[in-house]
């Protein structure tokens, strides 16, 4: 579907995302002039992104969120029973999903982008029936997310991830897990098990190099470190996604992976937590269709490609 045929927008933008109030109503100008009608909403008490999403669904042609990971992850649900694409209005902290398919880190030309672009098929992951868009981790990043609260998210953006993290690291203890997968079960000490959908997550991390919101796999990683110093040493491959190379890294790639400890841990979905392990991991593709910028030959736009683009 076009576009252009698009007329009727459902606008919900999250007002405590860190850049939640910035340029809106330029935004909304941009977005008007270029032909669409927005449709405002917001959660009454009790009720979540999604359940608004399916309140309106027959009044609108799309969804259209301002907000952060966590408010797009608030969505999924909706989305996916509504079959309504999502426009993506990066106000957060991270970004991590806008960075994962391309879309403009300024909100002007994300709009620009939504007007302009045809919506695409993307994968989400699921754990538990809780769906997220970049990761879900077992440990040290779902101790982080309980640690780092919203109004240090809002006061120091991506430097409150790395304040809150190095408090943890002194105090962090491996935890073992039972990991099934593809007909095996591995026994593992570990500081973080991940699992990603997307290719980035908190704050600059990367799930692994060649991952892609559309390519139908769940990207597994474990942290089976000795030291926090260690975890030190591997932070540029974290940064990059190259950790699976590392010896003190197990990495693979799956559609359904099961994860079991011997107390519940709780599972850190898209930086909030919901849900505890058990945890039962699978993959959802071509569950959302969003409008990204698209490359005939490669499909998706690469980070890479997105820096070059923007950069002007």
Known sequence: ??????????FIVNPNARNGRKSVATVRQLLEAGGLTL?????????????VIRRMSKACDLVIVGGGDGTLNSAAAGLVETGLPLGVLPLGTANDFARTIGIPPDAHEAAKLILSATPRPIDLGEVNGHLFFNVASIGFSAELASELSEKAKKRWGKLGYAIV???????SRLFTAYVEHDGSVEEIRTMQVSVGNGRHYGGGMTVEETATADDG???FYSLEVDHWWRLLTLLPSLRKGTQGKWDDVRAFQTTEVIIKTSKPRAVNTDGDLTTWTPAYFRIREKAIHVFAPFDQQQGLLTPIETEVSNDR
């Open 1 to 10: 579907m076009a576009a252009k045929s698009l007329r009727r927008a459902l």
């Open 39 to 51: 449709v405002d909403a917001a959660p009454a008490q009790g009720e979540s992104l999604s359940d």
């Open 165 to 171: 993290a190095a408090r943890l690291l002194a105090r």
């Open 217 to 219: 796999r769940l990207d």
